[in-house]
């Protein structure tokens, strides 16, 4: 069964470092999202990838995050720098392309962020 | 705009009773919605979805959810709450016409009491 890959799994980073984390959709998925989970929050989109293009980035705070799907396959998201308010789970997920009625959106295991 | 609210917070129920997790929505034109559960340390695991067809949409792991139209909204039920259904549950709202971000509830924590 395909899957969302995710890595890594868990991250500990110095306040001010800069941290990286990777996502590979489900093949032919068109659609990235990458979202931020506060323990006890629900998930908070921060950026959605259609292809390549940033479709919504409106909640991706700028100054210190990036994000990019160079080839729209894999994707990775950047902080730089980290600060202690960053520590969450973040997580990725892929749709397949544009369609009239919506699909699931398909989660992969998350990155558990803990900024020190 | 698209969102969801999720009216409890935290929902308690004993094994062997109903459960019901409350869920309205706001949309511009007609959503797609979803529930979603996570059980600790683990990932989203989609357990049914609504997108236009019938207004009952039986999921997984005996769960089902009415869309009403009328109410926005699209609550979640079970008949017969089971220990392994302790998890935190989320509501999501997607509409295909506006760009088809996925919004996530605030999520509703179920704990079964034995």
């Known amino acids: 069964e395909a899957e969302v890959a995710q890595s890594p799994r868990y991250k500990i980073t110095e306040k001010s470092q800069a941290v990286a984390f990777w996502c590979d959709p489900i093949s032919g998925h068109a659609t990235l999202y990458w979202y931020r989970q506060i323990l006890g929050q629900g998930p908070e989109l921060l950026v959605q990838f259609q292809d390549e293009s940033v479709v919504d980035d409106s909640q991706l705070p700028k100054d210190r995050f990036s994000a990019e799907r160079l080839k729209g396959v894999d994707s990775t998201l950047k902080i730089q720098p980290a600060e202690l308010g960053d520590s969450a789970m973040y997580l990725c997920?892929?749709?397949?392309?544009?369609?009239?009625?919506?699909?699931?959106?398909?989660f992969g295991q998350g990155t558990r962020l803990t900024v020190v | 705009a698209q969102s969801v609210t999720q009216l409890d917070s935290h929902v308690s129920v004993s094994e062997g009773t109903p459960v019901l997790l409350r869920c309205n929505y706001s949309?511009?034109?007609?959503?797609?919605l979803f529930w979603y559960v996570q059980h600790p340390n683990k990932g989203l695991q989609l357990l049914l979805k609504y997108t236009s067809a019938a207004t009952l949409v039986k999921g997984i792991n005996g769960f089902e959810a009415e869309f009403k139209k009328s109410e926005t909204s699209f609550h979640l039920t079970k008949p017969s709450a089971h220990m392994s259904d302790a998890a935190e549950y989320f509501c999501v709202v997607s509409d295909p016409y506006t760009g088809n971000q996925f919004y996530f509830g605030t999520g509703t924590s179920l704990t079964v009491i034995p």
């Open positions: 997920a892929s749709r397949p392309a544009w369609v009239l009625l919506s699909t699931e959106a398909f």
């Open positions: 949309s511009s034109y007609s959503p797609s």
